[in-house]
């Protein structure tokens, strides 16, 4: 134990993409695999998760009451 932790420098490399959905599949699976054996991006990929559930859930709560109502006037009805 050296007491400091080491960058990995795959986590910028694959954890972005992988958290934003933008790899194809076998870029996902070693993103996946990376995660499994490397402690700092799975430590990194569970800070960006909740990061980004708190982010969308703030956004969602940003939406007033009359904003909400006023894009639910502007859906057109089916009949
Ligand atoms: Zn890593």
Same mark, same amino acid.
């Given at each position: 134990m050296t007491g400091f932790e080491m960058?990995?420098?795959?986590?910028? =490399?694959l954890l972005q993409p992988y958290l934003d959905r /933008? !790899?194809?599949?076998? /870029?996902r699976?070693? *993103?996946e695999s990376h995660l499994a054996d490397c402690g700092y991006c799975k430590k990194r990929y569970r800070f960006e998760e909740s990061l980004r559930r708190y982010v969308r859930s703030a956004c969602a =709560? /940003?939406?007033s009451p009359e904003l909400k *109502?006023? !894009?639910a006037a502007l859906r057109t009805p089916l009949t």
């Open positions: 960058i990995c420098e795959k986590c910028e =490399e /933008e !790899l194809d599949d076998s /870029e699976h070693e *993103a =709560e /940003e939406m *109502a006023r !894009l």
